[in-house]
């Protein structure tokens, strides 16, 4: 079993910048991808960002692309989501999770889920 707790969530201006991070334990997570997915208030949860097992590749969401970068520290047990130039449209509660699966962006694919953190973007 593997554990997640994300944190890092908090309420941010138009623009602004947040890093989250994704804490795991009960295993190691070198060996799964790991993802970030939002749900919007009212709204269905989305794949935001993916990275492989050695973060040779990152894959992200069109939405955020090129303002949002993944990373993960597999000595630290941790995977990261660096946010910036945020906008209101990306208030949501952000998941992380882990994934046997590599590449994906199915959330049912996914093993194991944190419990989420807010973020919250004011205009």
């Known amino acids: 079993q593997v554990q997640l707790v994300e944190s890092g969530g908090r309420l941010v201006q138009t623009g602004g910048s947040l890093r989250l991070s994704c804490a795991a334990s009960g295993r190691t997570i070198s060996r799964y991808a790991m993802g970030w997915f939002r749900q919007p208030p009212g709204k269905e949860r989305e794949f935001v960002a993916g990275?492989?097992?050695?973060?040779?590749?990152?894959y992200y969401a069109d939405s955020v692309k090129g303002r949002f970068t993944i990373s993960r520290d597999n000595a630290k047990n941790t995977v990261y989501l660096q946010m910036n130039s945020l906008k209101p449209e990306d208030t949501a509660v952000f998941y992380c999770?882990?994934?046997?699966?590599?590449?994906?962006?199915?959330?049912?694919?996914?093993?194991?889920w944190g419990q989420g953190t807010q973020v919250t973007v004011s205009s």
């Open positions: 990275i492989s097992w050695t973060a040779t590749n990152t």
């Open positions: 999770a882990a994934s046997r699966i590599p590449g994906i962006r199915d959330s049912e694919k996914f093993d194991y």
